[in-house]
Each structure stands twice: as C-alpha cells, then as structure tokens.
C-alpha cells in the first residue's frame, strides 16, 4: 500500500470550481436550448419554443445563474467554488423549469410558437392495457371498432395482446384504412403462445396491410421472430424510409436475421433511436448491425445490450458508431466485448460531443480497456448524466484514471461501478473525485468491490452532504460490524440515502481488515495529500 498511495500523491493537483470557463458557460446554454426545444409532458401542455426563442431564454437564464452564483462565491469562506457550482446548476433548473411552463411567447399578430393545436390531432389508440390475452375475431372486432369510424389517430398499440389469424384479417381492412395517416405503430408481443405458422402468417398479413404507410415509429419487440418473422414483416419494412424510432428488443434476432433486417430497410438517415436489446445477434449480426448503424448518421440513442456480441462484433460496432456525432445514449451492456474492443470504442468517444448516458457494464473490459475508455471520457462528453461500468474486473490499477474522468463529470447524476475489484485503494480515489462539485449526483453503486470501512467511510462522506442525493449502495463488501455503525451514523439525519447493507461480510477478507486494523492512523496521514 505504500508505494501505491505514493503514487497517488505525486498526481495530486488542486480543482478550483468557479468561475466555470466560458466553454462551460456555452456548453450549459446550447444544452438548456436542446432541452427547451425538445417536446415534452410540458410542450404538450404549454407550447414549444422555437430555436430562436429557445436560445435567447437560455441565455439569460445562464447569465441571471452565473451571477447568482458569483455573488455567493465572494461570500464563500473556503472559496474553491463547490457551492457556487451547486447553485449554479440548482438555479439555472428552476430558471428553466419556468420557462418550460410559461410556454412560448406570443408573436406580434396573436399566434403561438406551439404544437398544442397539433397535439390535439395526434391521438394514441392504445388496446394494450390491462391483461395479456389470446384475442379471437369477435373479440378483435370490438376492441378495433374505434377504428372503423372516422378518426384522427396517428399511433396504434396492440402491444399484450396475442392476435389469432381470424383476429389479424378483421384488423387488415381496419389498418388498410387508416395507413395513410399513421406515424408510429406499436405491434410488440402480438403473437405471443401462437404457432410458428400461425404467427407468421400473422405476420405477413399486418405487414401487408400496413406497407407504404410513412412512420417514424415502429415496436416490432417481443415477437420471437427470428429471420423468418423478420422476413415476414418485408412489406412494411422494405416500404419505411422516414423512420426516427425502430425497436427489434427480445426478438431472436440471430446472425441471419439481422442481416434480413440491414437488407429491408431501405433507408436510416433519419434514424434517431435504434434498440436491440437481448437477442442472439453474436459476432456476424453485430457486423450487421454495424451496417446500419454507419448508414445512421442521425442517430442518439443506440442500444445492442444482451446481444452475446464478442470481441470481432464489438470493434465492428465501435468502429460503425464513430460516424454518429450525435449520439446521446449508448448502451452496450452485458456482451462479451473485452479489452480489444473496449479500446476500439475509446477511440470513437472524442465523436460523442453531446452523449448524456453511457452503460458499458458487465463487457469484460478489464483494467486495460476501462482505463482506456475512461481516458476518451475524461476528454469529452462534458455533459454526461450516466456513468455505468460494473462487473468489468476493474482494480486500483485503472481506478486513478476512472477516478479522473468521473472528477470531469461535473453532471453527473448516477455513478455505477459495482462488482469490480476497486479496494480500499479505488474507494478513496473514487470518493475523491466525488468530492468536489457534483451537485447533481443522486445515486452511487460501488456494491461488490471489497471495501472495508476505511473506502466505506470516506465514499459515505463525499456523498452524504449533496443536495438532492438519493442512495449510496456499498452492500456486499467487507465493513466491520463497528464500521457499518459508523455508517447509519453518518447517515443518521438521512437513512434512506444509505442501501441496504444485508449481504455485507464483516468477517470477508481477513488479510485485507486486518491491514486496516493495523494502518487505519496511517491511511489517514496519506489521505491528506491525495488528490486527483
């Protein structure tokens, strides 16, 4: 322990937190503006702004924020800026929040910037509520009957509902009827306990009736298709070229079905969101998939989680994804990527400007391939929310430069690194980074990573004095029973933010207590230097 806290000392550097830099002050406008113009529960019931106006609120909202903060800044004692970061974060939220319920403006001649007029039109008719049930013709007939009149719905779901073949050819001339004025169409888990060829004929007929209709959105998930449903779906798929939205979630999607899915969509340049979640793709449907993905040049939101993809089908995607320059969420968890592939992603994150949430959990990384991703984050993502990468065998080798990307995130709202290997050593350099700023940090795992009460201690400390911070997971680690007191007693005017700590082992690993037991004083000693 002694040369590796040395080691430690020789990084340490001091953070001074305010005045933010005028990038930052920039990168909080245009991300408010992005939130503004975004619709919402409160554009649909307010209006939404226009870019234009967007941005001249934003502005403003910063400008009244920094002074705010500044001001309590000159009166701070300690002066390195923390709480005026907070204040900072905390009153430009409640600034934009007003804004977001005053609504647009009225212009000059009377009209509003808003899509409350359009909201109105756009009318979900949803029949998956309640129970999953088998539905026969008769029954179909009734539940669809809305339909059958005159109507303005833009969105169908017929999601939880299992659709026989007399059910499917009284919903054909319905769908047929209404295609032209549909935008998002939801059939996910619609032929749920049918056969193999009841269902794709099914399929087929859903398919048919609803080729040539222009959506954005399409839920084909929980259907169990594998190539053949894939193929059955043709009509519809071959006939999208606008879509924004496309989910293939717990489909069976395998090699060949992936490849049926990248050789019917005939067009993804407005694709926005792409999910593929739990499926069976492997290496050859990640290269697949990597085939749409580089054709996506829209996309934000990618998910292939649960996709059993290797090492080959992880450089593949990676590679795919650096031409999405405005990707905001990325979720690859639980595959089989490991240290090549880990790497070949670092080098596509710089392209991530605007990424919010990143989920590379359970991916075999190992120290190698975490140091190296967490290396690109530190140098970009300012604005990332959502830092997940457990299960990745991570030690106190790579925990310095893991500890330095997340003192970076200063948005960070939820920290995930449970059952890695991170110690004492880790703990202390994690809660370190954790310290400063972080305002908005509402939840850390660091659950499974063989912490005594010393990492214990100071990862409860960082946290527990945060507004708004919710639950600090430390549960399955090795905190004596005289530590876990400790604990409830640092969280003694806020029990709730401390997790359950059940499944703790204050007899786990001897030889580690022991060390602490014998150099508590002097872990002590070395803290006072340490930094990041």
């Known amino acids: 322990m002694d040369s590796t806290a040395q080691t430690y000392q020789h990084r340490s550097l001091s953070i001074k937190l305010w005045p933010p830099s005028q990038s930052t002050r920039l990168m909080l406008v245009e991300r408010m503006t992005k939130n503004l113009t975004t619709p919402s529960i409160f554009s649909r019931k307010y209006g939404l702004l226009s870019k234009e106006e967007a941005e001249g609120d934003a502005k403003q909202i910063e400008d009244i924020a920094f002074a705010t903060a500044t001001q309590h800044f000159e009166k701070e004692p300690d002066g390195d800026g923390s709480s005026a970061v907070q204040i900072y974060a905390k009153e430009s939220s409640k600034l934009m929040l007003e804004v977001l319920k005053r609504g647009p403006r009225a212009k000059e001649d009377g009209e509003l910037i808003s899509e409350k007029a359009g ?13 999953r049930a088998f539905i026969d013709g008769e029954e179909a007939a009734e539940l669809l009957k809305p339909l059958r009149a005159p109507n303005s719905y833009t ?46 004929e099914v399929m087929t007929i859903f398919s048919s009736a609803l080729e040539g209709c222009v959506l954005r959105y399409l839920n084909l998930s929980n259907n169990a298709m594998g190539e053949k449903g894939v193929r059955a779906f043709r009509s519809l798929l071959k006939s999208q070229n606008n879509l924004e939205e496309l989910y293939l979630m717990n489909d069976g999607i395998s090699e060949e079905a992936a490849k049926a899915v990248s050789e019917l969509i005939p067009s993804t340049e407005k694709l926005r969101v792409l999910h593929f979640h739990n499926n069976m793709t492997g290496d050859e449907g990640a290269v ?10 829209a996309l934000e939101d990618f998910r292939c989680s649960s996709t059993r993809v290797g090492s080959d089908g992880g ?38 400007i605007d990424l919010t949430e990143i989920y590379l959990s359970y991916l075999n990384l190992e120290d190698d391939g975490a140091e190296a991703l967490a290396n690109a984050l530190k ?27 997340i003192s970076s995130k200063q948005f960070l709202t939820k920290l995930n690194l449970a059952e890695n290997e991170l110690r004492d050593e880790g703990a202390v350099l994690i809660s370190k ?13 660091l659950s499974t990573n063989s912490i005594t009460w010393s990492g214990a201690r ?40 401390l997790g359950p700590l059940d499944e703790n082992d204050p007899e786990g690993d001897i030889d580690e207590e022991a060390e602490e037991d014998a150099g508590h004083d002097e872990l002590e000693s070395k803290l006072k230097g340490l930094g990041i």
Request: hydrophobic share 50%; proline share 3%; glycine share 6%.
């Open 288 to 297: 697949a998939i990597a085939e749409i993905v580089k054709r996506s040049l």
């Open 119 to 131: 909201a109105t039109a756009e009318t979900v008719f949803d029949i998956s509520g309640g129970r």
């Open 433 to 445: 980074a954790l310290e400063g700023g972080h305002g908005q940090l509402n939840e850390v795992d």
């Open 315 to 352: 450089v593949a995607l990676a590679e795919a994804l650096g031409v999405c320059k405005h990707l905001k969420k990325l979720d690859l968890r639980d595959n089989m990527f490991g240290v090549e592939a880990g790497v070949a992603l670092s080098k596509v994150i710089p392209a991530f």
């Open 379 to 405: 140098e970009s993502a300012p604005s990332l929310e959502i830092l997940d990468m457990a299960g990745n065998d991570i030690t106190v080798k790579a925990a310095a430069s893991v500890a330095a990307c």
């Open 155 to 200: 969105k169908i779901c017929f999601s939880n509902r299992s659709f026989g073949l007399d059910a499917a050819r009284v919903a054909e001339p319905i769908l047929i009827s209404i295609k032209d004025q549909l935008k998002e169409v939801d059939i996910s888990d619609f032929i749920a306990g049918r056969p193999e060829a009841e269902a794709l």
């Open 458 to 497: 100071l990862l409860a400390e960082a946290v527990v004095q945060k507004p708004g911070f919710k639950l600090l997971n430390i549960n399955a680690n090795f905190i004596s029973d005289e530590g876990i007191d400790e604990l409830k007693n640092i969280f003694k005017n806020s029990p709730d933010m």
